[in-house]
């Protein structure tokens, strides 16, 4: 068995039911909540969220929301003005010229203030059901160990590479074993190597 297929055997192993922990119930709200995930923790953003998306249901809330208020709602979590600015600017552009509908174009997605690639994957994969593979940092940092990229490749090339070793159909189960797998085992900084299915593909196998 080559790497790629023992790699995939474990993650469905550990984690076959492996999805995403943003708490949302439409493509607004998982929006909203990948945006706001940037350099913060899913449960942190999930803690805030609670609320948050009790009072602020539609576009025209957040559009119709002083900004100080929804820095407000927002100072629990890191960069929140800048958080608050891009999540009002991305509201009123898909209001304006999108009819009111959060868009499912990668390129589109990326023209939205404060949204990237990584967050465009996400609601990609997860809202829409288009294969993606969303490189956040458990991602990279699993990807690198397990040597299915280099240490100094940037996470765009991350990205292309796991693309193209896991086959297409696998991109968005994957992308969540990943992160399950880097969350809850191979953690930052006490990975539990002692335990690991995955020591033979690693490039540190006992860290």
Same mark, same amino acid.
């Given at each position: 068995? &080559? =790497? ?35 350099? %913060? ?5 999930? #803690? $805030? ?5 009790? #009072? ?17 709602? $927002? %100072?629990?979590? &890191? ?16 209001? /304006?010229?999108?009819? &009111? ?14 949204? &990237? ?6 609601? $990609? ?18 990807? #690198? ?5 280099? /240490?100094?490749?940037? %996470? ?5 590479? $796991? ?9 968005? #189960? ?15 900084? =006490? ?14 196998? /006992?860290?």
């Amino acid at each position: 068995m &080559g =790497r790629v297929e023992a790699i995939l055997a474990v993650f469905d192993d550990m984690y076959p039911q492996a999805h995403c922990e943003l708490n949302h119930k439409n493509a607004l709200e998982l929006l909203i909540a990948v945006m706001l995930s940037a350099q %913060t923790t899913d449960v942190s953003v999930n #803690k $805030l969220t609670h609320n948050l998306f009790e #009072k602020y249901k539609t576009l025209k809330d957040y559009i119709n929301a002083p900004l100080a208020d929804l820095e407000q709602d $927002l %100072t629990k979590i &890191g960069l929140y003005k800048n958080k608050a600015k891009n999540i009002k600017g991305t509201c009123e552009i898909i209001q /304006n010229k999108y009819q &009111g509908k959060v868009p499912s174009s990668q390129e589109i997605l990326e023209s939205l203030p404060g949204v &990237g690639r990584k967050t465009a994957n996400v609601v $990609l994969s997860v809202w829409y059901d288009v294969p993606r593979i969303a490189v956040d940092t458990h991602v990279e940092r699993v990807s #690198k160990r397990l040597k299915l990229a280099y /240490n100094t490749d940037s %996470t765009l090339k991350v990205e292309m590479k $796991l693309m193209r070793k896991i086959p297409r159909q696998r991109w968005s #189960k994957f992308h969540h074993q990943m992160i399950f797998f880097g969350r809850y085992h191979c953690t930052a900084r =006490r990975p539990q190597c002692a335990q690991c299915q995955l020591q033979t593909y690693c490039r540190y196998p /006992n860290i």
